[in-house]
C-alpha cells in the first residue's frame, strides 16, 4: 500500500508560480509510474502529466501550453509538479497517484493522495 501526500497548494495570483509535492511513502517508490491530475469544482479530472519511474521520460498534457513540468526525485520519494504563468482557470484540487504504467485516464492508477488545493485570483 503506498501513502500519497501532496503538498505545496495555495492561494497565488495570476502570472505567479508554484510547485508542489507529493511525498510517498509504504511501498518502493521507483517502481511506480507517477502522474498529476487536477479536478476544478463541477469538472472531471483532468490529466496534468506522467513521469515514468526512472525520471527518464513524462508526458504533460498539450492544452497546459508548457506551463506544467513533473520531475521526481526517488531518493526522495518525492513527486514534483511545477507551475508556471498561473491562470485563473489553473484553479483546482490537485491530485498525485501512482500506477504501474504510463497513462493519462485516472483508473488506471492505483493509489491516490487527498489532493492540496490551488486558488488563482486575478
Known amino acids: 500500500q503506498v501513502h500519497l501526500v501532496e503538498s505545496g497548494g495555495g492561494l497565488v495570483q495570476a502570472g505567479g508560480s508554484l510547485r508542489l509535492s507529493c511525498a510517498a511513502s509504504?511501498?518502493?517508490?521507483?517502481?511506480?509510474?507517477m502522474a498529476w491530475f487536477r479536478q476544478a469544482p463541477g469538472k472531471e479530472r483532468e490529466f496534468v502529466a506522467t513521469?515514468?519511474?526512472?525520471?527518464?521520460?513524462?508526458l504533460h498534457a498539450d492544452s497546459l501550453q508548457g506551463r506544467f513540468a513533473i520531475s521526481r526525485d526517488n531518493a526522495m520519494n518525492t513527486v514534483y509538479l511545477q507551475i508556471s504563468s498561473l491562470k485563473v482557470e489553473d484553479t483546482a484540487i490537485y491530485y498525485c497517484?501512482?500506477?504501474?504504467?504510463?497513462?493519462?485516464?485516472?483508473?488506471?492508477?492505483?493509489?491516490w493522495g487527498q489532493g492540496t488545493q490551488v486558488t488563482v485570483s486575478s
Open positions: 513521469i515514468v519511474e526512472s525520471g527518464s521520460a513524462a
Open positions: 509504504g511501498g518502493t517508490f521507483s517502481n511506480y509510474t
Open positions: 497517484a501512482a500506477g504501474d504504467f504510463l497513462s493519462k485516464v485516472p483508473h488506471t492508477y492505483r493509489y
